[in-house]
């Protein structure tokens, strides 16, 4: 079966970094787009970056662009978000999708 199994969060002080990994299995993973989502307390689950199959071409939110990058490994079959200059507002529960699955989520808490 497809899973999505996120790893890289934590707590990190602010402008700091962290790298978040998604490693995935049961499915063809170089053939589809991948997602990186977070969803903040009482927030509404907001879509961070998408990175197409073949990883040439991303895009990001607003309140991410220039210091997020999303990347992906079709032949370890993981895609990574790097996380730079890190706000407390960007601390929030990060989830790995693909079109229909999710992973478990990580913890990501940017606070000093």
């Known amino acids: 079966q497809v899973q999505l199994v996120e790893s890289g969060g934590g707590l990190v002080q602010p402008g700091g970094s962290l790298r978040l990994s998604c490693a995935a299995s049961?499915?063809?993973?170089?053939?589809?787009?991948m997602y990186w989502y977070r969803q903040a307390p009482e927030k509404e689950r907001e879509l961070v970056a998408t990175i197409t199959s073949g990883g040439g071409s991303t895009n990001y939110a607003d309140s991410v662009k220039g210091r997020f990058t999303i990347s992906r490994d079709n032949a370890k079959y993981t895609v990574y978000l790097q996380m730079n200059s890190l706000k407390p507002e960007d601390t929030a529960v990060y989830y790995c999708?693909?079109?229909?699955?999710w992973g478990q989520g990580t913890q990501v808490t940017v606070s000093s």
């Open positions: 049961g499915f063809t993973f170089r053939r589809y787009s």
């Open positions: 999708a693909a079109p229909g699955y």
